[in-house]
Protein backbone atom coordinates (compact mmCIF):
# COMPACT_ATOMS: atom_id res chain seq x y z
CA UNK A 1 0.00 0.00 0.00
CA UNK A 2 1.61 3.79 -0.53
CA UNK A 3 -0.76 6.48 0.79
CA UNK A 4 -0.12 9.77 -1.16
CA UNK A 5 -0.41 13.64 -0.39
CA UNK A 6 -0.16 16.46 -2.30
CA UNK A 7 0.41 20.15 -0.79
CA UNK A 8 1.08 23.48 -2.65
CA UNK A 9 -1.55 24.51 -5.23
CA UNK A 10 -3.10 27.77 -5.18
CA UNK A 11 -4.25 30.60 -7.47
CA UNK A 12 -1.14 32.14 -9.69
CA UNK A 13 -1.02 34.69 -11.83
CA UNK A 14 0.06 34.07 -15.06
CA UNK A 15 4.22 33.52 -15.83
CA UNK A 16 4.10 32.79 -12.17
CA UNK A 17 5.42 29.31 -10.19
CA UNK A 18 4.29 27.15 -7.92
CA UNK A 19 5.79 24.34 -6.36
CA UNK A 20 4.03 21.16 -5.56
CA UNK A 21 5.33 18.62 -2.99
CA UNK A 22 3.51 15.21 -2.83
CA UNK A 23 4.59 12.87 0.47
CA UNK A 24 5.07 9.32 0.19
CA UNK A 25 3.96 6.92 2.87
CA UNK A 26 6.69 4.68 2.34
CA UNK A 27 10.24 4.44 0.88
CA UNK A 28 10.33 6.47 -2.07
CA UNK A 29 13.29 3.63 -3.07
CA UNK A 30 10.85 1.13 -3.62
CA UNK A 31 8.87 2.89 -6.07
CA UNK A 32 9.06 2.21 -9.51
CA UNK A 33 7.68 5.60 -11.50
CA UNK A 34 6.18 8.63 -9.70
CA UNK A 35 4.56 10.73 -10.98
CA UNK A 36 1.98 14.38 -11.71
CA UNK A 37 -0.77 13.95 -13.78
CA UNK A 38 -3.05 16.74 -13.98
CA UNK A 39 -7.37 16.56 -14.92
CA UNK A 40 -8.82 19.92 -16.39
CA UNK A 41 -12.99 21.08 -15.84
CA UNK A 42 -14.07 18.92 -18.60
CA UNK A 43 -11.13 17.27 -19.68
CA UNK A 44 -9.74 13.51 -19.26
CA UNK A 45 -6.76 13.42 -16.35
CA UNK A 46 -3.28 13.32 -18.76
CA UNK A 47 0.57 13.15 -17.97
CA UNK A 48 2.49 16.32 -17.38
CA UNK A 49 5.43 14.72 -15.55
CA UNK A 50 7.03 11.07 -14.74
CA UNK A 51 10.37 10.01 -12.99
CA UNK A 52 11.66 6.46 -12.90
CA UNK A 53 13.21 5.47 -9.37
CA UNK A 54 16.58 6.13 -11.13
CA UNK A 55 16.18 9.25 -12.00
CA UNK A 56 14.69 9.26 -15.53
CA UNK A 57 12.42 11.73 -15.88
CA UNK A 58 9.73 12.16 -18.62
CA UNK A 59 7.56 15.39 -19.30
CA UNK A 60 4.26 15.98 -22.14
CA UNK A 61 5.17 18.74 -24.65
CA UNK A 62 2.87 21.32 -23.23
CA UNK A 63 5.33 21.60 -19.73
CA UNK A 64 8.22 20.77 -21.20
CA UNK A 65 10.82 23.59 -20.35
CA UNK A 66 8.94 24.96 -17.82
CA UNK A 67 7.77 22.02 -15.59
CA UNK A 68 10.44 20.28 -13.51
CA UNK A 69 9.80 16.88 -11.35
CA UNK A 70 12.70 15.98 -8.99
CA UNK A 71 12.39 13.26 -6.12
CA UNK A 72 13.61 13.77 -2.55
CA UNK A 73 14.61 10.53 -1.34
CA UNK A 74 15.84 11.57 1.91
CA UNK A 75 12.26 12.51 2.77
CA UNK A 76 10.41 10.45 0.77
CA UNK A 77 8.83 13.37 -1.35
CA UNK A 78 8.44 14.47 -5.17
CA UNK A 79 8.13 17.77 -6.13
CA UNK A 80 7.10 19.55 -9.15
CA UNK A 81 8.15 22.99 -10.00
CA UNK A 82 6.23 25.08 -12.58
CA UNK A 83 7.44 27.95 -13.97
CA UNK A 84 6.06 30.14 -16.89
CA UNK A 85 2.76 29.44 -15.71
CA UNK A 86 -0.29 29.71 -18.27
CA UNK A 87 -3.92 29.48 -17.95
CA UNK A 88 -4.38 26.40 -19.44
CA UNK A 89 -2.40 24.94 -16.50
CA UNK A 90 -5.13 25.18 -14.36
CA UNK A 91 -5.90 22.12 -13.22
CA UNK A 92 -6.68 19.91 -10.45
CA UNK A 93 -3.15 18.19 -9.78
CA UNK A 94 -2.28 14.60 -8.61
CA UNK A 95 0.31 12.58 -7.86
CA UNK A 96 0.82 8.86 -8.92
CA UNK A 97 2.81 6.30 -7.76
CA UNK A 98 3.47 2.67 -10.19
CA UNK A 99 4.14 0.18 -7.06
CA UNK A 100 3.92 -3.41 -7.13
CA UNK A 101 1.95 -3.33 -10.76
CA UNK A 102 -0.72 -1.08 -8.99
CA UNK A 103 -1.06 2.51 -9.26
CA UNK A 104 -1.98 4.56 -6.49
CA UNK A 105 -3.16 8.49 -6.39
CA UNK A 106 -2.92 11.05 -4.06
CA UNK A 107 -6.43 13.31 -3.54
CA UNK A 108 -5.18 16.31 -5.70
CA UNK A 109 -4.58 20.00 -5.43
CA UNK A 110 -5.85 22.52 -7.22
CA UNK A 111 -4.15 24.94 -9.41
CA UNK A 112 -5.37 28.42 -10.67
CA UNK A 113 -3.63 30.29 -13.11
CA UNK A 114 -5.78 33.31 -13.74
CA UNK A 115 -4.77 37.40 -13.41
Known amino acids: QVQLVESGGGLVQPGGSLRLSCAVSRNIFSISVMGWFRQAPGKQRELAAT???????NYADSVKGRFTISRDNANNTVHLQMNSLKPEDTAVYYCNALFAFRNYWGPGTQVTVSS
Open 51 to 57: ISRGGST
